[in-house]
């Protein structure tokens, strides 16, 4: 089977992971950006400030929390291209298998009989022995020499 399904599987929690890493440190730091009423001074601008400062304070709470959104939503999708590839290399293996199957195996089948021993000669013939041959060893003359072995270019 093909690895990529094992690599989406784990592309998808890189991205469940990452989503819970940005919905925690934005909970975590959430506090830090509340500012008491009078930070700002009492003066028309420093409420204009502060509301400001709560503006865009709601604004990065909501692209964190829809941020964290995306990755999860991406982390579903990758699940489920990881298992439509794996239904599909089994499909395709199955349908492999069935175009082109394996040839059955031949059964054994019933043991045979034993076929009874042939009874010995009382007059064997005897075996013929090899003649012994002689290999012709070569002469220290007929070995090849840089001068009678012709050389390739």
């Known amino acids: 089977m093909a690895k990529v399904p094992e690599d989406l ?12 890493e940005v919905t925690d440190a934005w909970s975590a730091e ?5 500012l008491p009423s009078g930070s700002a001074g009492n003066t028309d601008a420093g409420t204009r400030l502060l ?10 709470g909501l692209f964190m929390g829809r941020l964290s959104g995306v990755l999860e939503q ?16 089994e499909d395709a293996a199955k349908n492999a298998q069935s ?7 031949p059964s054994p089948g019933p043991s045979p009989e ?6 010995p000669d009382d007059d064997p013939e005897p075996e013929p022995q090899p003649e012994p041959t002689t290999d012709p060893t070569p002469t220290p003359s007929e070995l090849p020499t840089p001068d ?3 050389r390739r270019d």
């Not at 400001?52 to 990065?60: K, N, P, Y």
């Open 74 to 89: 991406d982390m579903d999708d990758i699940y489920g291209c990881a298992f439509t590839w794996s239904t599909a290399d």
């Open 148 to 150: 009678n072995y012709p």
């Open 30 to 34: 959430q506090t830090t950006f509340s």
């Open 99 to 105: 175009s082109y199957p394996m040839p059955a195996e």
């Open 51 to 60: 509301n400001a400062h709560g503006t865009v304070t709601d604004a990065a």
């Open 9 to 20: 599987c784990d592309l998808a929690a890189d991205c469940l992971t990452a989503a819970q």
């Open 114 to 119: 034993p076929e009874p021993e042939p009874e």
